[in-house]
């Protein structure tokens, strides 16, 4: 005998199957899609042949072959598919009528009163967080973690510039970039110690000879397609400005900063 | 001066039903793992250990209590008890150990990668708000513990099972507001300090999203057809300024509510997109939906069989 309070046609268990199934649907169309729709695309806008806005997402057909591109976005549809994945899994489960009753909570008319240490320690850490962050801004300084968020507080100028590192190779000079040489932190490590160690000849010589260290033995291991380098070399990179960024791949100005290690004090054959 | 007591204790203390910090604690849980898990290669907490000695820079209570930077070995292993006790407390699973755990590993794994020369201010919040969970009852509905609770069958389990309104359940949310206002208006109060109003009136917003062509990669070239216009990038650095600044307003009132925090989630998607920086605070602006609202919503418009089911259960 059927539960007299169903409505007859009712099931409780739709929802939740309207949900697996719209998930899956959702799942089946975002793959193929990723799969069939979008990797032509992106080779025809690669090839500048597709609409505008499209052409222009790719800016760095330069350097980059468009394997690399088909491989990010394979990298974002699959990480898209899995969140919609969870995200459809958590909603079928969160609209069982069985999970509802294990987790409804129950509100009797008073609410629980908070005893009075419970309140003071919740004061505590109110005033901790409050008069923590507050120092840190009206001070101008941060004490982790807890800051004055300075980040694009200075002005910026028409003239741009950044401190990079280039790898040394018997062919020349490669630009190194790219995040992938030096994670997980990033080469801002690397132009950060430069511009404050260059009187501490120790420290920095130590920071620089531990980097190409590093970058080696991560070359080694296969952690990054990078070349083998003799030397680091630091440049202090400066651009004017322009409007469309013409001139991205053509500094105004290229300063060697230092290189490490220097020529003199290389091994010999080096 | 009673009413303005009044007024403050209940701000923090106003009783709640405890589904909204049940749900803050599992899309903050799950969306800190998401990023330390998936997102960010400087999560990769095992290979801070091969970072040159002479990086080390230690924050304030590294150098205090003398931690190293340790081994690979047991950087990876911290690494995963760390996202082990966010996913569990994300689940409400040994909700109270769990959140603790996620606190303790996360001031040193979060504090580590502070500790050569550069800071990285979307972890700093995290930090705060896993010592606010850390110190809440979150785990008190939505969550295995109290289902668990719930199953044991003694008079001690339905006593468990049952939640009452709290003003347990307020003070949480309330402190991550106050601390999303302070982010945003310590930034707003930095900017005018450091460069007053020519950090709106001047080129500046345009040398900004130009600049991020040569130094980032953004996701879009949006920037740059909005650094051609003269008016558009002043504009955005008025809005910027107007809502960081502005940003403690919300905390007054629900209107005041609905016009700052969704224009300081756009302003940072637009921020990400038109220059291909910082990830937008995710984590802090899920604490600013009414979640118990919006279930209660939902629930009055299921199917009456789906509640007299759930209900009868």
């Given at each position: 005998m059927g539960d007299p309070r169903r409505p007859a046609g009712?099931?409780?268990?739709r929802i939740s199957l309207v949900i697996a199934f719209g998930t899956a649907f959702v799942l089946l169309a975002w793959m193929g899609g990723a799969a069939f729709v979008v990797p032509p695309l992106i080779r025809s806008a690669y090839r500048a042949e597709s609409w505008p806005f499209l052409n222009d997402l790719i800016s760095g057909r330069a350097t980059h072959p468009v394997e690399a591109y088909l491989a990010a976005w394979r990298s974002v549809a699959m990480r898209t598919a899995a969140l919609v994945l969870v995200c459809g899994a958590a909603a079928f489960v969160a609209a069982r009528p069985e999970v509802h009753a294990l987790l409804r909570p129950t509100l009797p008319e008073r609410a629980l009163p908070i005893g009075n240490w419970r309140r003071l320690g919740v004061y505590g850490l109110i005033a901790a967080v409050v008069v923590g962050s507050l120092a840190c801004i009206a001070l101008d300084t941060e004490a982790w973690p807890l800051s004055q968020y300075p980040m694009y507080s200075d002005m910026r100028q028409e003239e741009f510039h950044q401190t990079r590192v280039f790898g040394v190779t018997e062919f020349g000079e490669v630009d190194l970039s790219a995040a992938q040489y030096w994670?997980?932190?990033?080469?801002v490590h690397l132009g950060l110690a430069v511009e404050r160690w260059q009187a501490d000849a120790d420290r920095l010589e130590a920071a620089l000879s531990g980097a190409l260290s590093l970058y080696e033995s991560r070359r080694l291991l296969g952690r990054h397609d990078g070349p083998a380098v003799r030397s680091l070399r630091f440049y202090r990179l400066e651009w004017r400005l322009q409007p469309w960024v013409e001139n991205v791949d053509r500094p105004d100005q290229k300063e060697l900063i230092l290189e490490f290690p220097r020529e003199s004090r290389r091994a010999p054959g080096e | 001066m009673n009413r303005l007591t009044t007024r403050f204790a209940l701000f923090w203390f106003q009783p709640s039903a405890p589904t909204s910090l049940a749900v803050n604690r599992i899309l903050f849980y799950g969306i800190v793992l998401y990023y330390y898990g998936f997102v960010f290669s400087r999560a990769d907490f095992a290979a801070w250990a091969a970072f040159p000695d002479a990086f080390w820079d230690p924050i304030w209570y590294f150098r205090w209590l003398h931690l190293p930077a340790l081994s690979a070995g047991a950087l990876g292993v911290l690494a995963l008890v760390w996202k082990m006790s966010l996913a569990f407390s994300a689940l409400g699973l040994f909700t109270r150990a769990s959140s603790a755990v996620s606190l303790v590993l996360g001031a040193y794994l979060l504090g580590l990668m502070q500790c050569f020369g550069k800071t990285h201010h979307f972890d700093y919040p995290v930090l705060i708000v896993l010592g606010i969970l850390a110190l809440s009852r979150c785990g008190d509905a939505l969550s295995l513990d109290r289902a668990f609770r719930a199953r044991a069958g003694s008079a001690a389990g339905a006593a468990a099972a049952e939640v009452s309104p709290s003003g347990e359940y307020t003070w949480p949310i309330r402190l991550v507001w106050v601390l999303t206002a302070l982010v945003f208006f310590g930034a707003g109060v930095s900017k005018l300090r450091r460069s007053g109003l020519p950090w709106i009136l001047s080129e500046n917003m345009r040398y900004v999203l130009l600049s991020h062509h040569y130094s980032h990669e953004p996701p879009t070239t949006w920037g740059l057809y909005v650094a051609q216009t003269a008016w558009a990038p002043r504009l955005m650095g008025l809005l910027t300024i107007l809502l960081e600044v502005g940003a403690p307003l919300a905390l007054l009132g629900r209107t005041l509510r609905w016009i700052f925090i969704p224009g300081l989630l756009m302003m940072q998607i637009g921020i990400h997109l038109l220059t291909g920086a910082f990830e937008p605070f995710w984590y802090l602006y899920v604490f600013w939906v009414p979640w118990d609202r919006l279930a209660s919503f939902f629930k009055a418009r299921m199917p009456a069989g789906v509640t007299a089911r759930a209900a009868a259960a």
């Amino acid at each position: 005998m059927g539960d007299p309070r169903r409505p007859a046609g009712a099931s409780s268990g739709r929802i939740s199957l309207v949900i697996a199934f719209g998930t899956a649907f959702v799942l089946l169309a975002w793959m193929g899609g990723a799969a069939f729709v979008v990797p032509p695309l992106i080779r025809s806008a690669y090839r500048a042949e597709s609409w505008p806005f499209l052409n222009d997402l790719i800016s760095g057909r330069a350097t980059h072959p468009v394997e690399a591109y088909l491989a990010a976005w394979r990298s974002v549809a699959m990480r898209t598919a899995a969140l919609v994945l969870v995200c459809g899994a958590a909603a079928f489960v969160a609209a069982r009528p069985e999970v509802h009753a294990l987790l409804r909570p129950t509100l009797p008319e008073r609410a629980l009163p908070i005893g009075n240490w419970r309140r003071l320690g919740v004061y505590g850490l109110i005033a901790a967080v409050v008069v923590g962050s507050l120092a840190c801004i009206a001070l101008d300084t941060e004490a982790w973690p807890l800051s004055q968020y300075p980040m694009y507080s200075d002005m910026r100028q028409e003239e741009f510039h950044q401190t990079r590192v280039f790898g040394v190779t018997e062919f020349g000079e490669v630009d190194l970039s790219a995040a992938q040489y030096w994670r997980p932190y990033g080469r801002v490590h690397l132009g950060l110690a430069v511009e404050r160690w260059q009187a501490d000849a120790d420290r920095l010589e130590a920071a620089l000879s531990g980097a190409l260290s590093l970058y080696e033995s991560r070359r080694l291991l296969g952690r990054h397609d990078g070349p083998a380098v003799r030397s680091l070399r630091f440049y202090r990179l400066e651009w004017r400005l322009q409007p469309w960024v013409e001139n991205v791949d053509r500094p105004d100005q290229k300063e060697l900063i230092l290189e490490f290690p220097r020529e003199s004090r290389r091994a010999p054959g080096e | 001066m009673n009413r303005l007591t009044t007024r403050f204790a209940l701000f923090w203390f106003q009783p709640s039903a405890p589904t909204s910090l049940a749900v803050n604690r599992i899309l903050f849980y799950g969306i800190v793992l998401y990023y330390y898990g998936f997102v960010f290669s400087r999560a990769d907490f095992a290979a801070w250990a091969a970072f040159p000695d002479a990086f080390w820079d230690p924050i304030w209570y590294f150098r205090w209590l003398h931690l190293p930077a340790l081994s690979a070995g047991a950087l990876g292993v911290l690494a995963l008890v760390w996202k082990m006790s966010l996913a569990f407390s994300a689940l409400g699973l040994f909700t109270r150990a769990s959140s603790a755990v996620s606190l303790v590993l996360g001031a040193y794994l979060l504090g580590l990668m502070q500790c050569f020369g550069k800071t990285h201010h979307f972890d700093y919040p995290v930090l705060i708000v896993l010592g606010i969970l850390a110190l809440s009852r979150c785990g008190d509905a939505l969550s295995l513990d109290r289902a668990f609770r719930a199953r044991a069958g003694s008079a001690a389990g339905a006593a468990a099972a049952e939640v009452s309104p709290s003003g347990e359940y307020t003070w949480p949310i309330r402190l991550v507001w106050v601390l999303t206002a302070l982010v945003f208006f310590g930034a707003g109060v930095s900017k005018l300090r450091r460069s007053g109003l020519p950090w709106i009136l001047s080129e500046n917003m345009r040398y900004v999203l130009l600049s991020h062509h040569y130094s980032h990669e953004p996701p879009t070239t949006w920037g740059l057809y909005v650094a051609q216009t003269a008016w558009a990038p002043r504009l955005m650095g008025l809005l910027t300024i107007l809502l960081e600044v502005g940003a403690p307003l919300a905390l007054l009132g629900r209107t005041l509510r609905w016009i700052f925090i969704p224009g300081l989630l756009m302003m940072q998607i637009g921020i990400h997109l038109l220059t291909g920086a910082f990830e937008p605070f995710w984590y802090l602006y899920v604490f600013w939906v009414p979640w118990d609202r919006l279930a209660s919503f939902f629930k009055a418009r299921m199917p009456a069989g789906v509640t007299a089911r759930a209900a009868a259960a």
